[in-house]
């Protein structure tokens, strides 16, 4: 065996060497420049971030998208707490994250080092495990755990916690101490199976079913189940409804999609309220999902397939618990079936046609907004021209809240997997221009569009300088109404007209703004414009483009909903 004398630093970087990590984001410091000078001699693709908490959220969209570990670092103190955000998205979405951070020589520790803090006990909470490196042998060990524990189980971020003198410490390596298991590169690293009595019963629960429904959540694309989604679907006239993560579950166009549930639905809602057997695969049916735990009601019928125990029943008791992998299970679900299916298919071929015809229906409602005219333009018309000009392989990141909201009711994927990309684990605002890089990066050649609302943005806009550093072809969608839209629009609800607090901008020409960074800019008045604007940013130029579309002022307008000039709300009511 042949041993070489490298440094701490150089030792993290090959581990991720030899786990063959995809595009990863850091702004260093002293603490890990040798793990900076490796990963150059090395030929790793680290890039400079201008803000950490992008850097984590580029790293979640990459590993939503790609299912590999998605990787970033950060500096001790403030490099550190600028992640927290970006790592509680990832733990909530069960995005696989492994994230250095550099900490305190061990030696000056509490002695008031430069940017030192109780760093990991801060971060602790927002990560699935906390990983320090005490002795610098271990340094091949633990990174293998971290990669393990990220992908295994509902995967999530792991923070590998490394102090200065670890890092530039050295010691002679074996080879054979550089060697990783594959397939924990990439989620879910193991899968497991419901038990086969629960499976049976739920078969006969799906069997007997006259209306049944199933509710797909994110869970569905962590497990890679849409294939199986489909199978199960198709084989017996199943509709299937999904969270905002769950869209694509089945291709939003497929006769047998019911569109989004919850807070705010097309269809979907009242097909629940008539089931008399709910499937709900990879779904914690939160608040946003179950619209503040009032749907499904109480007693319903319902079958729950995940592989986080303790998920069942937090918001909900089901009837019947399956505790597996999605993908497994609704395999094993589908041939319990099998037998059965042209039986049940034929049954159920009404019911398939009345989801159908009022998905038909719906549509046929609210033409009159996705066609509208109006100036300032309707956010309905925006989505509209989306769904007219993303190809089928184009992918959708939404920003927390306002642009989240819109595109889950409105966008429409036109195949399964996973083609629209919210930041609803922790629903930050500030995503979409990040998201929409860690998604071209993990998906090149298919065509990225970020969507993210004028505050969002302004939180970011330095990160345009990194797309544009990277050569990035994606578009970025800014929805300009000079406001905090969300926060304005529930106060307007909330305590009435001109009852408004800390919720308005300044009018700004974010085309103009991405001109000055070096990337092309338009700026869209004219709904009738969007379709050439949309078609130039999809094009594939080098680098990326900024669309700012200027929309409604008006709050009473500003709610997700193509009927949102409707909305009542009593004293308490939480509408949006």
């Not at 101490?177 to 594959?182: A, L, Q």
């Not at 083609?419 to 922790?426: A, E, Q, S």
């Given at each position: 065996m042949t041993s070489n004398e490298m440094t701490g630093g150089e030792a993290v970087a090959r581990m991720l060497k030899a786990y063959e990590v995809g595009p990863m984001f850091g702004m260093g410091g002293f603490q890990l420049l040798p793990f900076y000078d490796a990963a150059r001699r090395l030929g790793l693709d680290h890039n400079l971030i201008n803000d950490e908490r992008c850097a984590v959220f580029i790293a979640d969209a990459y590993a939503k998208v790609s299912g590999r570990v998605g990787v970033c670092d950060a500096t001790l103190g403030p490099g550190a707490t600028n992640l927290v955000t970006g790592l509680v998205e990832a733990l909530n979405a069960g995005s696989p994250l492994v994230v250095f951070v550099g900490d305190t020589h061990r030696a000056h520790s509490w002695k008031n080092m430069t940017q030192e803090t109780r760093q990991a006990e801060i971060l602790r909470p927002a990560c699935k495990e906390l990983i320090r490196i005490e002795m610098i042998e271990r340094i091949p060990e633990l990174v293998r755990r971290a990669f393990q524990v990220a992908t295994s189980g509902r995967p999530g971020?792991?923070?590998?916690?490394?102090?200065?003198?670890?890092?530039?410490?050295?010691?002679?390596?074996?080879?054979?101490?550089?060697?990783?298991?594959?397939?924990?590169?990439?989620?879910?690293?193991?899968?497991?199976?419901?038990?086969?009595?629960?499976?049976?019963?739920?078969?006969?629960?799906?069997?007997?079913?006259e209306r049944p429904l199933m509710l797909c959540g994110g869970g569905v694309h962590i497990s890679g189940a849409t294939g199986a989604v489909e199978a199960l679907a198709e084989a017996i006239n199943l509709p299937v409804a999904h969270t905002m993560t769950g869209k694509g579950a089945v291709a939003c166009s497929s006769p047998l999609s019911a569109g989004l549930f919850g807070r705010y639905d097309r269809i979907a809602n009242k097909l629940i309220e008539e089931s008399d057997c709910l499937l709900v695969v990879g779904c914690k049916l939160g608040e946003i999902a179950t619209k503040r735990y009032s749907v499904p009601a109480a007693g319903k019928r319902v079958i729950h397939l995940d592989n986080v125990a303790e998920e069942f029943g937090r918001t909900f008791q089901p009837t019947l618990r399956l505790w597996g992998d999605a993908r497994e299970g609704l395999a094993d679900l589908t041939a319990a079936l099998a037998g059965r299916a042209e039986t049940i298919r034929a049954r159920q071929q009404g019911h398939a046609e009345e989801v159908a015809r009022r998905m038909a229906e719906w549509r046929r409602s609210v033409d009159a907004r996705l066609t509208s005219g109006e100036r300032p333009i309707n956010m309905a018309r925006l989505l509209a021209e989306l769904n007219k000009a993303m190809p089928e392989d184009g992918i959708l990141v939404a920003d927390g809240g306002f642009a989240a909201h819109?595109?889950?009711?409105?966008?429409?994927?036109?195949?399964?997997?996973?083609?629209?990309?919210?930041?609803?684990?922790?629903?930050?605002?500030?995503?979409?221009?990040?998201?929409?890089?860690?998604?071209?990066?993990?998906?090149?050649?298919r065509p990225v569009v970020g969507l993210t609302g004028d505050g969002g943005f302004n939180m970011v806009m330095g990160e345009l300088e990194t797309a544009r550093r990277l050569k990035l072809p994606l578009t970025v969608i800014v929805v300009n109404n000079a406001a905090s839209g969300y926060v304005k629009a529930l106060q307007h609800l909330m305590y009435g007209a001109g009852s408004y607090q800390s919720s308005d901008l300044v009018e700004v020409d974010y085309s103009r703004v991405a001109e000055s960074l070096g990337c092309r800019g338009i700026r869209v008045e004219d709904p009738d414009k969007l379709a050439e604007a949309l078609a130039a940013g999809l094009s594939g130029s080098e680098g990326p483009t900024l669309i700012d579309v200027v929309v409604t002022r008006d709050p009473a307008q500003m709610l997700p909903g193509v009927d949102n000039r409707t909305v009542t709300v009593?004293?308490?009511d939480r509408v949006a």
């Open positions: 971020p792991v923070v590998v916690d490394i102090p200065e003198d670890i890092c530039h410490a050295t010691h002679p390596f074996e080879v054979a101490e550089f060697e990783v298991d594959p397939a924990q590169a990439a989620a879910p690293s193991l899968r497991c199976r419901p038990a086969a009595e629960d499976l049976a019963k739920a078969a006969e629960l799906l069997a007997a079913a819109w595109g889950g009711l409105l966008y429409d994927t036109k195949r399964a997997g996973r083609g629209f990309v919210p930041d609803r684990g922790f629903a930050s605002i500030g995503y979409g221009l990040p998201g929409a890089m860690g998604c071209a990066l993990a998906a090149p050649g009593k004293k308490g």
